[in-house]
């Protein structure tokens, strides 16, 4: 199967992109490594106007510490891929969780191509980067021609496969702190190595102390176990903890997974992740 | 739109359309056909590619997105390669429809962790499906291209498996 | 040394792996230069009546050629299965009615391939939506009807029992065990979808590239659906990218291209996508059973019973007739002294079912193998020895089985003690013991099955063609067509053992009806000893031939003479003739037709490990331990791959794969993003142990290997996944067990 015929443009940098995206608007649709947007064009699920393919500007590819002293953090262009993430010596040292959630992300192929801008903007509940991000209380950098806009990620989703961003906005950079090479675990539930995950959990440990936990396909948007996190905050245990973790979500029903399992698996991914986070 | 694309390094360059995936430049507009598609959702990995070295899935990348860059497929390995070789000894093909989108896929693999276990083998290529070989003669293939006793690590890997406190499958196995 | 029975590696591979195989859409057939590129518009409803086309609009579109819908094409719509209800009949595309998700109701033609699919959007179709019945219970009631002409939903009679059950089929045994399973629908997805290209010589004759498994019997089908005489019909398989059942015949779009060509006269190609092709292709399996086992608490099983419906899906095609093999098989490798059988096939609005590796036989070893291990748990005996101790013997055979088959050659309980002793049977029982009493989360099952299935049932005849060339190559003419089983290799080994010649010098020539009109090709795993035993005769011949030339070349007698290195030679002298030579002088070329007249019964046992988490209800298959007993092995790397390949289907049966439709009809799981083929993340490697029985009916020993695998390790695994999880109170869970189904059945045996 094959797209819906559009027109194609590849600007040469971030500015010329976010011209286009001006002029184009609705119409517009950015391409970064194409691995959300491409599958549904296919399908005919998606047939935008006009493809704005972003996938080379290198000013978007970077992982680096930024900020100073208590405002320091990992700054991550959005135009990073998936394999970028995996192999990262900064990632390895300052945000260990990354790496590893990205190295579940599809198949190496897939890895090669997708980005993490592209998988943070696509929205879909089901993807394993949201929700770490979401965990981790990262923030999402948003920019068009009237300006730059700093969004934290628990802001950021609005429903399922939409979020805040304007029509004239790209994603640029996306933060996360400095969590370090420990304290953190992710537990993904498929059926297949490279299927969507049914549940998953992520688990990071703030500088702070505070354990927090993103959670995957659990409702319409990545959604925390603030629940547990409360518990746990409490000195509960972390079985008593975990046990918490699907208060307030809302699972979908598909092939895979009535609500019901879903609520109860997440209870289980939460414990195991929680006690590799704390060991 | 013009593209240039480098293919399995001899210059090539076709007026496409935009929509135009990489797989179909490759098969009509080059006019090598090794590269097969077997499915719509990026799922099966038989249309598996490098571009600039590393393993695509070229059903899921437009040949505009391949401009200017450098594609390599099955057909620029020859039989003495010895990810092509292995899988011949091996028998890691049957049908061989899979088998062009696997090879480069081992072959990427390969570049990328020459030091490979089975269970890397078999995690590194999640993302090609075959229907024929149940996967153990590619498996071996791979191991074999990388330099490794498949034997050895078809062994190793299972045990790696297998083994939880308390137990050893290698205890009862022939 | 002979070469039979030697690793050789396969003369199909530096083809295969340098410029690829060349597949239905990889011609570059000069034949085929200018054709046209068929995009069919496909039903997105399962039951509706069509009220209005409308093409205009597609007709504008840009690279449209023609659009055609039901009313242009004059072809008689077609019974897909001759003995089907006569009224079960399918347009090539649809008229008045659709009866499935996917059903063809319009063909668009372009010059373009790309530019189909965007015309077919622009195909304006109206559907009145009719009740939809996907249930296979609801079907048998009649309530909605797919045809309402044939006044019912049952689709044949020709599995009605000729006489009433016998009502004391049980009266004698101290414990009966009955139980409700499904063998679930699965969809075969060879990694090349479906794909014919057709044109029109100017002789008047059509010409049809596709990917079947079987080139005559396809050529004969599309014939009758075009009303052409066979011999105005080509049919030419390039390479065949996959099968396992599903491309035995023809399908329907075979012939629609045709006629198309013919219509526009031009060439016209075809190549499915894999949306279209996981609701256009058959599909297999889909029986819901019902089984009764009766016996006493030493261990005899002393009756049993199969019920099954079978889900023939909205035209009823090859799926009709697979209960046979089912009911004949029921009894599996055992020698139970009542047997008794029914089968129903019905009609529901789903994509047609047909073959899918095992046809018919899986599904009466999964639901025996289930019967034993739930008889065993029953009556609190270890289900290897229940099984060892019911197994026809040895001394038995042949033995004729209450299913009515004639077991030829077996010893089934040696297959079992193999496959126990291989596995550390008793060790893993006491690691599972061990797990349980720790109340480990990730519990041990440990499934058995023991299996006999029928190989080169049905088309018992073959044919080969030999022929040594003046410059010393050989060419082999073969009726099976190979898909992935390395025939070319296989069948050059055969001949190669006879003519002393190397097999780099054999090609083996398959599937194209004009050079080889007759043949039956490959499925139901008949190759080699149908087709193979063919090619050996025909080179027996051909040296017998051979040596009666040299004898008056030689002047020597007939009897001094042998073959060695491609030359015959008088025994203890240098003098000879290369067959070389002889074929210079004259044509050398031995026709052979073999009729074996039975099929063969490979069996084996199989023991698979598994590891259940019970908090995520996932099941893993960490080892699987196969005997695979299929007689001599002629190559063991392809005699493995074809285990390796249905070990790994069985599998993901058991533990992955479903084709699942809403109750309104609808796929859910249409692509490969949704269906569960494993990838090689999912599957262990395998544990071969050999074990070789030969067959008396044909003189090389031979039976077949395609399906044996998938017959064994499914219900192995099955067994394996319950037995993890049966301390906790479950007795069964059906296919596929996914960590869904694994953990809802714990959850239920906890209240």
Redesign the interface.
């Given at each position: 199967?094959?797209?819906?015929?559009?027109?194609?443009e590849?600007p040469d940098s971030v500015a010329a992109a976010l011209a286009l995206l001006a002029e184009h608007g609705e119409g517009a649709t950015i391409?970064a490594g194409?691995?959300s947007l491409?599958?549904v064009?296919?399908?005919?699920l998606s047939a935008p106007e006009i493809?704005i393919?972003i996938?080379r500007l290198t000013e978007l590819n970077y992982i680096r510490v930024d900020g100073d002293g208590a405002d320091s953090h990992v700054a991550i262009g959005a135009g990073t891929r998936y394999?970028d993430l995996v192999i990262s010596d900064v990632l390895a040292a300052e945000c260990a969780l990354l790496p590893a959630v990205a190295r579940t992300v599809?198949?190496?192929?897939?890895r090669?191509?997708g980005t993490i801008g592209g998988g943070l903007a696509h929205g879909d509940p089901a993807a394993d980067i949201p929700a770490a991000v979401l965990a981790l209380d990262g923030e999402i950098v948003l920019r068009s021609p009237r300006g730059e806009r700093i969004v934290p990620i628990t802001e950021f989703y609005t429903g399922v496969f939409s979020s805040v961003k304007e029509p004239d906005e790209l994603l640029v950079e996306v933060r996360v702190p400095r969590t370090g090479a420990t304290g953190w675990a992710y537990e993904k539930?498929t059926?297949?190595?490279?299927?969507w995950a049914?549940v998953a959990v992520s688990v990071v440990t703030l500088p702070s102390g505070r354990r927090q936990l993103g959670l995957v396909n659990m409702g319409g948007t990545p959604l925390r176990a603030l629940a547990t996190e409360a518990a746990l905050e409490q000195g509960k245990s972390i079985e008593e903890a975990a046990a918490l973790a699907a208060e307030g979500t809302e699972p979908p029903a598909d092939?895979?997974?009535?609500p019901e399992?879903r609520r109860?698996?997440v209870t289980?991914?939460a414990k195991r992740a929680l006690k590799t986070a704390s060991a | 739109?013009k593209v240039e694309i480098t293919v399995n390094g001899e210059r090539t360059s076709a007026d496409v359309?935009?929509?135009t995936?990489l797989a179909?430049y490759l098969r009509e507009n080059v006019g090598l056909k090794a590269t097969n598609i077997g499915c719509?959702?990026?799922?099966c990995?038989a249309c598996?590619v490098l571009?600039d070295g590393?393993?695509?899935?070229s059903?899921?990348?437009?040949a505009?997105?391949a401009?200017q860059l450098s594609v390599q497929t099955m057909e620029d390995l020859g039989m003495d390669h010895p990810v092509t070789a292995a899988f011949r000894q091996e028998h890691g093909l049957q049908c061989g429809f899979c088998t062009p989108g696997m090879v480069m896929?081992a072959v990427?693999?390969i570049d990328?962790n020459p030091d490979l276990t089975e269970a890397d083998v078999r995690?590194?290529l999640?993302?090609?499906l075959c229907r024929c070989t149940g996967y153990h003669n590619i498996v071996r293939a791979v191991l074999v291209a990388a330099g490794k006793d498949p034997d050895a690590a078809q062994a190793e890997g299972t045990d790696d498996k297998t083994i939880s406190p308390g137990f050893s499958a290698g205890e009862g196995a022939a | 040394m002979s070469i039979l029975g030697t690793r050789v590696v396969r003369t199909e591979d530096p083809v295969f792996l340098t410029r690829g195989a060349t597949y239905t859409d990889d011609l570059t057939d000069e034949r085929l230069t200018g054709a046209l590129h068929l995009t069919l518009v496909r039903s997105p409803i399962a039951h509706a009546t069509i009220t209005s086309i409308d093409v205009e609009a597609a007709k504008e579109a840009p690279g449209v050629v023609a659009v055609f819908t039901g009313a242009d094409v004059d072809l008689a719509p077609a019974l897909l299965f001759p003995a089907a209800n006569p009224a079960m009949v399918r347009p090539f595309l649809a008229t008045d009615r659709v009866r499935y998700v996917g059903e063809a109701v319009a063909a668009v033609l372009t010059e373009e391939a790309?530019q189909g699919?965007?015309a077919a959007?622009m195909v304006d179709v109206d559907y009145e939506p009719l009740d939809v019945v996907v249930d296979m219970k609801d079907a048998l009631t009649d309530e909605v009807l797919l045809f309402p002409e044939a006044g019912t939903n049952s689709v044949t009679k020709m599995h009605f029992a000729k006489e009433e059950a016998p009502e004391d089929l049980f009266a004698d045994c101290e414990v009966v065990v009955s139980k409700e399973i499904v063998n679930q629908r699965v969809a075969a997805a060879p990694l090349e979808t479906r794909a014919a290209s057709a044109y029109w010589g100017e002789d008047g004759r059509c010409t049809i590239f596709c990917s079947t498994q079987n080139a005559q019997s396809a050529r004969d089908e599309v014939a009758g659906w075009m009303g052409l005489d066979t011999k105005d019909l080509r049919l030419i398989l390039p390479d065949v990218g996959g099968g396992f059942g599903a491309k035995i015949g023809a399908d329907p779009e075979f012939a629609l291209v045709g006629w198309l060509s013919k219509k526009v006269g031009r060439p016209v190609r075809w190549n499915e996508?894999r949306?279209e092709n996981m609701t256009g292709m058959v599909q297999g399996r889909g029986q819901l059973q019902t089984i009764t086992i009766g016996g006493d608490r030493d261990g005899t099983v002393k009756a049993y019973r199969l019920d099954l419906i079978a889900d023939a899906g909205a035209y009823p095609r090859l799926g009709v007739v697979l209960p046979m093999f089912t009911r004949m098989m029921a009894p599996g490798t055992y020698d139970i002294p009542k047997v008794w059988s029914t089968a129903k096939v019905v009609a529901t609005n789903t994509t047609s079912t047909a073959a899918y590796r095992g046809a018919g036989r899986p599904e009466a070893t999964q639901a025996i193998e289930r019967a034993m291990d739930l008889f065993a748990d029953a009556i609190g005996m270890d289900p290897a020895e229940l099984r060892k101790k019911n197994v026809v013997k040895p001394e038995q055979f042949p033995f004729t089985t209450k299913g009515g088959a004639e077991y030829d050659s077996g010893e089934y309980a040696k297959a079992i003690d193999l496959a126990l002793e291989a596995s550390g049977y008793d060790e893993l029982r006491a690691e599972q013991k061990r797990r349980r009493e720790a109340g480990d989360p990730l519990q041990l099952g440990i499934g058995v099955s023991s299996y006999v299935e029928i190989t080169g049932g049905g088309a018992f005849v073959e044919n080969a063609t030999v022929e040594v060339h003046a410059d010393g190559t050989v060419t082999v003419l073969t009726g099976t067509s190979p898909h992935g089983q390395g025939h070319a290799t296989a069948w050059a080994m055969l001949a190669s053992d006879q003519l002393g010649i190397p097999v780099d010098k054999i090609t083996v020539i398959h599937g194209d009806t004009d050079l080889i009109p007759k043949g039956a090709g490959t499925m139901g795993s008949r190759s080699l000893q149908t087709g193979g035993i063919a090619v050996h005769n025909a080179a027996v011949e051909l040296v017998e031939v051979a040596k009666q030339r040299a004898a008056e070349r030689l002047e020597a007698n007939v009897d001094d003479l042998v073959v060695e290195n491609g030359t015959v030679q008088v025994k203890g002298t240098g003098s000879g003739i290369s067959l070389a030579e002889l074929a210079g002088a004259d044509e050398l070329k031995v026709y052979h037709e073999w009729d074996g007249k039975k099929p063969t019964f490979p069996f084996g046992a199989h023991v698979a490990l598994v590891e259940v988490d019970v908090?995520?209800g996932?099941a893993t298959v960490e080892r699987i331990w196969a005997v695979d007993d299929a007689g001599p092995v002629l190559n063991p790397l392809i005699f493995d791959g074809q285990r390796h390949g249905g070990i790994a289907q069985g599998i993901a049966q058991a533990l992955?794969e479903e084709v699942?439709f809403d109750s309104e009809g609808q796929p859910?799981?249409a692509t490969f993003?949704?269906y569960?083929i494993?990838?090689a993340?999912?599957l262990p490697s395998f544990d071969l142990v050999s074990m070789e029985t030969p067959t008396p009916i044909n003189t090389m020993g031979y039976k077949g290997i395609g399906e044996a695998g998938t017959i064994g390790s499914c219900p192995a695994v099955q067994n394996a996944v319950i037995d993890a999880v049966s301390h906790l109170g479950v007795e069964h869970i059906d296919m596929p067990l996914?960590?869904?189904r694994v953990?809802?059945a714990i959850e239920e045996a906890r209240k």
């Open positions: 199967m094959i797209p819906v015929g559009f027109e194609y590849r391409l194409g691995h491409l599958p064009m296919k399908l005919r493809v393919d996938g394999r599809g198949d190496p192929q897939v090669h191509r539930f059926r297949r190595s490279n299927d049914i092939n895979a997974g009535t399992y109860h698996l289980v991914l | 739109m359309e935009p929509r995936l179909h719509d959702t990026t799922s990995g598996t571009v590393e393993s695509v899935k059903c899921t990348v437009l505009v997105q401009d896929a990427g693999l990328e995690e590194g999640e993302g090609n | 790309y699919e965007d959007e996508s949306s908090e995520s996932k992955l699942v859910l799981t993003a949704d569960g494993p990838s993340a999912e996914t960590p869904l953990w809802e």
